[in-house]
């Protein structure tokens, strides 16, 4: 038996393991035993993955009665990044959740659930035919889906989340089935292998690419098929939210790497421009939304629409490129993808780890109620404050790199040679860089109001008042996250050409370290060295801190009140910004896109007209996709469902009609 294979049992054993001792176990132990097992299947996963990164083959048969290809479970190279991935997260949501899952989801279904949830994202990049794939998708799809409902019964937004995300995620396997069921008959077989020689550019290979695309991009949160992101991640456990957000929606991603990269990599120019419309749109959509958002869970909710919104945008540009023979541009494109989806997953589960811990510490995560609380929980302050930088794509965290990387693609790729490649490449990257502009100066404003608002000033409650730091176990979670925002950031080089490697030996030349740490674009020409831009910082920085700090010495700062502000003291909690606030000004800027609906209330005093006693505000931003596109539809069928009612009237005649015309229909289309 290979590594591989016996890596692949070992994480199969641990997984079924985890699940019975959390069904069997007492309930004071139980959090603790299955989340060592579940920490165990992950660092599994984790090894498998990075012994299949490097080459290794080998995996697992599963002979079957039926006329089909044999199941197999062997990962290759791209599969090993994902798997390691989806393990890395696995390993902090994990240790996170011995300490935060209480109530519901300290049940012995949701403990029951984590390890096969777990163990179902492992799986899907280990596939190499259709079937195994589609069926370590529906048990990823069924872990994840009992974790989310394990609240249903005492809070009614949980059981309104689960019907959308069942409804959105069956309608994603439906459409990937029908992906792979086109690709089936035009090729014979059901393996990746036999599905690869499908015929390019034929009907049937356009219409598998429309299929994949919608299929694998409702997974991956793109827009218009986002509506199930804003409901489900906020309801979910924030290690059950750090879990799909950080791990479950990269397997959308890889379901498009393999459609792009391994099934269908001859592509027509419009695949490219189809891709990088969808990631564009989910983008700018994604970041609006984020950054109106008081609700701290549903801001990251949104601002993970936005980051896949950039890895498909990545992914498109590099099907463009790669259609018009602009390789070097390509590759740099599908590199930046790869690592956008890297860094993503370590800050985005590190800060729905975060809004766990302050939840945790006060039941809060309406920013609005929060304030102060750097001071009183510094490791979870610290930790946030690090993957907010990722996510804000600010220097020297991963977030950033991947960025430039894909920045420097897109500029690059109009040309080929000094030439023009192409009027549709010319047009479309200029627009994709203007698009990465506009969302990272709105991620920047988005994280600034998220740890400013939530972790400095002063306290807009007693619950943030009277706020404690997390257990230890929940702390080393957060801390790993934040470290691994770092090291993606200061150490890309090594990152970048791992990542490279997994696609093809030919990507693996495309991006190479360079220095203490840095990496280079040889294709294009370009060089970034993290370790250089701390030391420019450092030298710009550290006589600024000098002057301030002999500046602090002569004038000390005064606590006394201050006699210009009428005798009153300094800035009280309602003096200050609050999430809400901060964010008008951008909501009137945007007003047309985001059709905000406001409600003023005005009490007087007794009966007078003048005097007024208090001023209510209220401003709701609703989902205008949802609102707009899908609630008309669900109306619509809604009516037509009721008036179906009278088709089934529990007359045994009418039955034995409709079966009758059914046969008949049957019949002619058989004929046919």
Not at 78 to 98: A, C, D, H, Q, R
Not at 144 to 166: E, K, N
Not at 192 to 206: D, Q, R, V, Y
Not at 293 to 305: C, E, N
């Amino acid at each position: 038996m290979t590594v591989l294979g016996a890596g692949l049992i070992l994480q199969l054993v641990l997984a079924a393991v985890a699940a019975v001792t959390a069904l069997t176990c007492a309930p004071a132990v139980r959090a603790t035993a299955t989340g060592i097992l579940s920490t165990l299947l992950a660092l599994a996963g984790l090894l498998t993955g990075a012994v299949a990164m490097t080459g290794a083959t080998g995996g697992i048969l599963i002979p079957v009665a039926l006329p089909m290809d044999p199941l197999i479970l062997a990962p290759d190279r791209l599969g090993g990044l994902f798997m390691v991935i989806v393990s890395f997260v696995g390993v902090l949501v994990t240790i996170f959740g011995i300490s935060s899952a209480t109530g519901p989801a300290s049940s012995r279904t949701a403990w029951a659930a984590l390890p096969v949830f777990l163990v179902g994202m492992q799986l899907v990049p280990a596939a190499t035919d259709s079937v195994s794939f589609l069926l370590a998708w529906e048990v990823m799809t069924l872990g994840s889906t009992v974790l989310l409902m394990a609240d249903h019964a005492s809070r009614v937004s949980v059981a309104s989340a689960g019907i959308w995300y069942s409804a959105m995620s069956q309608l994603s396997f439906f459409l990937v089935l029908a992906g792979f069921a086109v690709m089936a008959a035009a090729t014979g077989g059901t393996s990746f292998a036999t599905l690869a020689t499908i015929e390019p550019g034929s009907w049937a290979a356009n219409l598998a690419f429309v299929l994949f695309l919608l299929g694998f991009g409702g997974k991956a949160e793109l827009v218009p098929l986002h509506v199930w992101v804003p409901r489900v991640l906020p309801e979910a456990p924030s290690h059950v939210s750090a879990a799909m957000s950080g791990a479950m929606v990269k397997i959308g991603v890889y379901g498009a790497l393999l459609v792009c990269v391994r099934l269908l990599p001859e592509a027509p120019p419009w695949w490219g421009i189809l891709i990088m419309v969808l990631g564009g749109a989910s983008a700018l959509y994604g970041i609006l939304q984020a950054s109106v958002s008081s609700d701290l869970k549903v801001l990251l909710a949104y601002s993970t629409t936005e980051n896949m919104g950039l890895v498909f945008l990545g992914l498109g540009a590099s099907v463009l490129l790669r259609s018009y023979d602009a390789t070097a541009a390509a590759d740099a494109a599908l590199i930046a993808a790869l690592l956008l989806a890297v860094s993503h997953a370590v800050f985005k589960a590190t800060l729905f780890l975060g809004a766990g811990a302050i939840i945790h510490s006060t039941g809060e995560r309406n920013l609005d109620n929060l304030g102060g609380l750097g001071a009183r929980i510094p490791w979870t302050a610290f930790s946030f404050g690090i993957a907010s930088l990722g996510a804000a794509a600010i220097p020297i965290t991963s977030g950033f790199v991947a960025e430039w990387m894909l920045l420097q693609s897109l500029i690059h790729g109009g040309r080929l040679n000094g030439e023009v490649v192409s009027v549709a490449a010319s047009v479309a990257m200029p627009l994709a860089v203007a698009v990465i502009a506009l969302t990272a100066g709105l991620a920047l404003l988005t994280f600034v109001k998220a740890y400013g608002i939530a972790f400095l000033a002063r306290p807009r409650s007693a619950a943030a008042a009277l706020s404690r730091e997390v257990p230890p176990l929940m702390r080393v979670s957060l801390v790993l996250g934040a470290l691994g925002v770092l090291t993606l950031g200061l150490v890309p080089g090594p990152v970048a050409a791992v990542v490279a490697a997994t696609v093809g030996p030919k990507t693996a030349l495309a991006a190479v370290p360079v220095g203490l740490g840095g990496v280079a674009l040889p294709g294009i020409g370009a060089v970034l060295d993290p370790i250089m831009l701390v030391v420019l910082a450092a030298l710009v920085a550290i006589p600024i801190l000098i002057a301030i700090v002999v500046s602090a010495r002569r004038h000390p700062a005064r606590t006394s009140d201050l006699p210009w502000g009428g005798g009153g003291s300094r800035a009280r909690p309602r003096m200050q910004y609050t999430a809400t606030s901060y964010a008008e000004p951008l909501v009137r800027v945007f007003d047309d896109v985001l059709k905000p609906s406001r409600d003023v209330q005005v009490t007087h005093v007794g009966e007078s007209r003048y005097l007024v006693e208090r001023v209510t505000v209220e401003q709701r931003v609703s989902d205008v996709i949802e609102t707009r596109l899908y609630r008309p539809v669900l109306n619509l069928l809604q009516r037509y469902g009721v008036l179906a009612r009278h088709a089934a009237n529990g007359s045994i005649h009418r039955y034995l009609t409709y079966s009758f015309v059914a046969f008949l229909i049957v019949l002619i289309v058989v004929s046919l």
